[in-house]
C-alpha cells in the first residue's frame, strides 16, 4: 500500500495476468484520509496500450474510489516477461463541492503552486491463475491422494464381491427358467416333427396302394386279350 498525505493507493503494483489476445484488467483503490475533497488524476507512458476508468475524478472525504485500469490485448509476449510501462497517479486538494467537471489541468500545475502529491506504480505480468485440482480439494478437506485412492479402490472392491453374491445366488433359478423354456420349445418341435412324418407317411402309403392298382390292372387285360385273341383263331381253325 502506497500512503501520502491525501490518498492510500492500494495495490501499489498494477499485476496483469498475462493472457495473449486477451484483455486483462486490474483495479486500483483510492482512499481519502482527510475531511477534504481530493481530486486526482492518472497517467501512463502507454497510453495507447492500457485504458483507465475514471482517470479523472474526486474522492470525497473518508471515502473510497475504484479505479479499473485494462491492458489491450497483446498479440505478442514481452521478452521475459519484463514490463518497463508506468502509470503516474496524481492528487491535489480540491475545493468543497468539487465534481469530475470541475477538474482541469491547471489543478496538477506544480509551478502555479498547487501542492500536487504523486505515486508511480509500475507494471508486473504475472501468470494466469490455474484452476484448483481436485486431489488438492481432497486433500484440504483432511484425506490425502493416497487414502482417497485407498478408498475408491477398497469400494470397488466391496461393489465387485457384493455383485459377484448377487449373481451366485439368482444365476442358478435364471438357468434353470431358461432351460425349463428350452425344454418345452423341443418338445414341441418334436411332437410336430413326428406328426409330419406320420402325416407322409400316410401319403406314402395311399400312392404306394393307387400304383399297385395300377400295376396289378395292365397283366390282367393283356392276358383277357391273348384269351379272346386265342378262343377267335380256334373257332376260324375248326371252320376252315
Not at 495473449?20 to 482512499?31: A, E, P
Not at 514490463?83 to 467537471?101: E, I, M, R, W
Not at 482417497?148 to 470397488?156: E, I, K, L, P, R
Amino acid at each position: 500500500m502506497s500512503t501520502g498525505e491525501l490518498l492510500s493507493i492500494e495495490p501499489q503494483e498494477l499485476q496483469f495476468p498475462f493472457e495473449l489476445r486477451k484483455q486483462i484488467s486490474c483495479s486500483l483503490q483510492l482512499s481519502n484520509k482527510t475531511n477534504d475533497y481530493v481530486a486526482f488524476k492518472v497517467k501512463t507512458t502507454n497510453p495507447k496500450k492500457y485504458c483507465v476508468r475514471p482517470n479523472t475524478g474526486v474522492v470525497l472525504p473518508r471515502s473510497t474510489c475504484d479505479v479499473i485500469v485494462t491492458m489491450q490485448a497483446q498479440k505478442e509476449a514481452p521478452l521475459d516477461m519484463q514490463c518497463k510501462d508506468k502509470f503516474l497517479l496524481q492528487s491535489v486538494v480540491a475545493s468543497p463541492g468539487t465534481t469530475t467537471k470541475d477538474i482541469t489541468a491547471e489543478m496538477f500545475n506544480k509551478e502555479s503552486g498547487h501542492n500536487v502529491e504523486e505515486c508511480k506504480l509500475r507494471v508486473l505480468y504475472v501468470a494466469p491463475p490455474r484452476p484448483p485440482s481436485p486431489v488438492r480439494e481432497g486433500s484440504e478437506e483432511g484425506s490425502s491422494p493416497r487414502a482417497s485412492v485407498d478408498n475408491g479402490s477398497a469400494a470397488a472392491s466391496e461393489f465387485k464381491a457384493a455383485s459377484r453374491a448377487f449373481s451366485e445366488q439368482h444365476e442358478p433359478q435364471d438357468n434353470s427358467s431358461e432351460a425349463r423354456t428350452l425344454i418345452a420349445r423341443l418338445t414341441e418341435e418334436k411332437n410336430s416333427a413326428i406328426q409330419q412324418t406320420n402325416r407322409l407317411q400316410q401319403e406314402l402309403d395311399v400312392l404306394r396302394r393307387g400304383a399297385n392298382r395300377s400295376a396289378g390292372g395292365i397283366p390282367f387285360i393283356y392276358v383277357l386279350l391273348v384269351g379272346l385273341i386265342g378262343i377267335i383263331l380256334g373257332y376260324i381253325l375248326k371252320k376252315t
